[in-house]
């Protein structure tokens, strides 16, 4: 009787996120549809669609990026990956159009910088979600081979505006071309490029411990996800020195990549061995005054013990973590 109700239970769930997943879309269908229904002047009703258009587009997007999230599987992930990608680059070319051909520039311009902003967001979305660093490393690539033409392109655009014929269409073209590129490298600088101030990848420098030495020598201290050990990660072929995962699948693991040492933190427990993460798996402990850390803040505290160590000799855990600058 009670696996039945639980599988009852699972059904709704899973007929509640369809349904869910399915008024996202409509409300990202309807911002779109209301950007060619905008009136030809700029008067109230053109800023009062031109508004509800952004808001629908803010409902939907983030509600439905909040239901793949909570989703586990990997074909899921990527291929909403992809589609925000190719959503971004819908977007970008629809902008230029819309300056382009939209009667009169002022409204062009307006319609083609919502689309910038709602494109910038996807490809912010996307490179959030490169938790392993050879993910990072493919989007980085991926978003800085694209910034140099679009950059190029961009220039171009503005220097025959103003050799050939003044043209305020091809510079407004010209100039969000250049918005683009810039968005482009910052997006592959990292991350976030919208919260720098938090990573889930921090570098270790001056590393000179292979990560077996480097294991032996922390094994003797507790951190807030227990001791270390040595295991590989299924996007690496190198072992790696982990720790956890908690009872919340949360890990951090420190490898090399292309020569330099990273700590990243994650919660994709399909990166380990199932049978090795089990027989690790730890509740998280406090230190003697109480304090845990958040998961985002892990990587920079095992990346400053390490550090520590590595400077001094001595391996000492602490939850004190400096302030970032705003």
């Not at 905008?38 to 983030?62: E, H, Q, Y």
């Not at 899921?76 to 819309?98: D, Q």
């Not at 190198?238 to 919340?248: A, C, N, Q, W």
Request: glycine share 8%; hydrophobic share 45%; aromatic share 10%.
């Amino acid at each position: 009787m009670g696996s039945i109700i639980e599988k009852i239970k699972a059904l709704m769930k899973r007929s509640g996120e369809r349904t869910e997943l399915m008024t996202d879309i409509l409300c990202l269908l309807a911002s779109y549809g209301l950007i060619f229904m905008l009136p030809k002047k700029m008067n109230i009703l053109f800023w009062s669609v031109f508004g509800i258009s952004a808001f629908l587009f803010c409902v939907g997007f983030f509600r439905m990026g909040a239901v793949i999230d909570r989703c586990k599987s990997k074909k899921v992930k990527r291929l909403s990956g992809i589609l925000l990608i190719a959503s971004g680059i819908v977007l970008n070319c629809s902008g230029v159009l819309a300056i382009w051909k939209t009667p009169g520039i002022e409204r062009g311009i307006c319609i083609a910088t919502l689309l910038l902003i709602e494109a910038i967001i996807m490809y912010s979305a996307v490179a959030c979600r490169a938790v392993t660093l050879r993910f990072q490393w493919i989007i980085s690539l991926i978003f800085r081979i694209a910034a140099v033409p679009m950059a190029i392109g961009g220039i171009a655009a503005i220097v025959y505006s103003i050799i050939s014929s003044f043209s305020g269409t091809n510079i407004a073209i010209g100039v969000f071309m250049l918005i683009e590129s810039i968005v482009f490298w910052a997006t592959g600088s990292g991350n976030d490029p919208f919260n720098s101030s938090f990573s889930l990848v921090r570098a270790v420098p001056d590393m000179n411990k292979t990560v077996h030495e480097l294991c032996n020598a922390l094994a003797g201290t507790e951190t807030q996800l227990g001791f270390p050990w040595i295991g590989k990660i299924s996007t690496n072929q190198e072992e790696t020195i982990i720790y956890g995962p908690t009872d919340e699948d949360i890990f951090v693991y420190g490898l090399f990549h292309f020569g330099r040492f990273y700590i990243v933190s994650g919660d994709d427990i399909s990166l380990l061995d199932a049978e090795q993460a089990d027989a690790h798996r730890i509740a998280e402990i406090p230190d003697s005054k109480g304090r845990s850390i958040d998961t985002e803040l892990l990587p920079e505290a095992y990346s400053n013990m390490i550090t520590r160590y590595l400077e001094n000799g001595k391996v000492i855990w602490s939850c004190k973590i400096k302030k970032h600058r705003d």
